[in-house]
């Protein structure tokens, strides 16, 4: 069955110094899995995807992820914060299920805190 | 173009209204979601349509009920809502329904049921 864990709800960083936002996942075939942005009363903004290509994911805004297949893991990293990256991160998986088709399951969001 | 647009942005309706949620999407893309998001939690998906045709219902109420007039369009009728279904309302779309192609989301609608 698929699932997927965001480990910390919140996560408070300084500004200029790195984010990560951690991501477990389960899956029983072979996933795809995005990141996606939420700022407050907006709609969810794609940062980056894993489809099957490379392992390491570049996307939007400084953002990059890397997929580890032995881990479970998809973890999202900046390098240097900004005050607007500020906002509830969601973690996404796509998979098949047995009865065909795909399923999306949502992580539980993790809120991103960045004091100047 | 690569937006969502919903309309209206907030409204607030009274449990005896009648109402509609509208949404557009001119990306020709053939799958278009709703979703119901509660405060400080994840989207929860509602309704999917497939080339215009409902392909997954998450056992929503039916006082909540769709449609997709056409390959741009999708509507959500509201009807005898109840307080509890407050809550921001996202509207997707996606060039399919295969899991790897990601979904772009509209800046959803806040509904206040008074």
Redesign the interface.
């Known amino acids: 069955a698929q699932s997927v864990t965001q480990l910390d709800s919140h996560v408070s960083v300084s500004e200029g110094t790195p984010v990560l936002l951690r991501c477990n996942y389960s899956s029983s075939y072979s996933p795809s899995l995005f990141w996606y942005v939420q700022h407050p009363n907006k709609g969810l903004q794609l940062l980056l995807k894993y489809t099957s290509a490379a392992t390491l994911v570049k996307g939007i805004n400084g953002f990059e992820a890397e997929f580890k297949k032995s881990e479970t893991s998809f973890h999202l990293t900046k390098p240097s914060a900004h005050m607007s990256d500020a906002a509830e991160y969601f973690c996404v998986v796509s998979d098949r299920v047995r009865a065909g088709g795909f399923k999306t399951i949502f992580g539980a969001g993790t809120r991103l805190f960045v004091k100047a | 173009d690569t937006e ?1 647009t ?1 309309t209206p942005k907030h409204l607030v309706m009274g449990m005896t209204n009648k109402k509609s949620l509208k949404c557009e999407q001119h990306m020709g893309h053939r799958a278009m979601y709703w979703y119901k998001q509660k405060a ?4 929860e ?1 509602m309704f999917v349509y497939s080339y215009e045709k409902l392909s997954i219902n998450e056992s929503v109420p039916s006082r909540f009920s769709p449609e997709c007039p056409n390959s741009s369009l999708l509507n959500l009728h509201l009807h005898a809502l109840q307080p509890e279904d407050s809550a ?1 309302y ?1 509207c ?1 779309s996606s060039p399919g ?4 192609t ?7 609608t ?1 509904l206040t049921v008074v």
Not at chain 2, 40 to 43: E, G, H
Not at chain 2, 97 to 100: C, H, K, L, R, Y
Not at chain 2, 102 to 108: P, R, S
């Open positions: 969502v919903q400080k939690k994840p989207p998906l921001l996202l997707a329904q295969g899991g790897g990601e979904a772009f989301f509209g800046q959803g806040r």
